[in-house]
Nanobody, 114 residues
Framework: VQLVESGGGSVQPGGSLRLSCAAS????????MSWYRQAPGKERELVAY????????NYAESVKGRFTISRDNAKNTVYLQMNSLKPEDTAVYYC????????WGQGTQVTVSS
C-alpha cells in the first residue's frame, strides 16, 4: 500500500499550489480520502475530506472558500487545490485513506512566506 503526495513547495502569500496524492495497493474507490496538515509544534488537523464517489466534501473552517478537494477514481489520485495561500497554511500536508483500514502518506511540505 502506498500513498505518495507531491506538489508541495514554497509560495508567496496569495499564491496557489496543487497537491496530488497517488494511491496504490488497495481499492481506491472503496476509500474516503482526506488531507490533513501539521504545523511545527501543533497537532495534526483535518483540512479537507471527500467521500468515495467524490460527491460529498467537507472543509476546515480556516480553508473554506480557498481550498478544493477532488478525486479521480480512474487515476487513483486525490487532489487539493490551494488558492489564496496564507502564512498560517504553512505545514506538512498528509494524504489519508479511510475505510476498513487507515493509510497515511509520507507528507509534503508547504511553505507560505514572503
Amino acid at each position: 500500500v502506498q500513498l505518495v503526495e507531491s506538489g508541495g513547495g514554497s509560495v508567496q502569500p496569495g499564491g496557489s499550489l496543487r497537491l496530488s496524492c497517488a494511491a496504490s495497493g488497495f481499492t481506491f474507490n472503496n476509500y474516503a480520502m482526506s488531507w490533513y496538515r501539521q504545523a511545527p509544534g501543533k497537532e495534526r488537523e483535518l483540512v479537507a475530506y471527500i467521500n468515495r464517489a467524490g460527491g460529498s466534501t467537507n472543509y476546515a473552517e480556516s480553508v473554506k472558500g480557498r481550498f478544493t478537494i477532488s478525486r479521480d477514481n480512474a487515476k487513483n489520485t486525490v487532489y487539493l487545490q490551494m488558492n489564496s495561500l496564507k502564512p498560517e497554511d504553512t505545514a506538512v500536508y498528509y494524504c489519508n485513506a479511510r475505510s476498513v483500514r487507515l493509510y497515511w502518506g509520507q507528507g509534503t511540505q508547504v511553505t507560505v512566506s514572503s
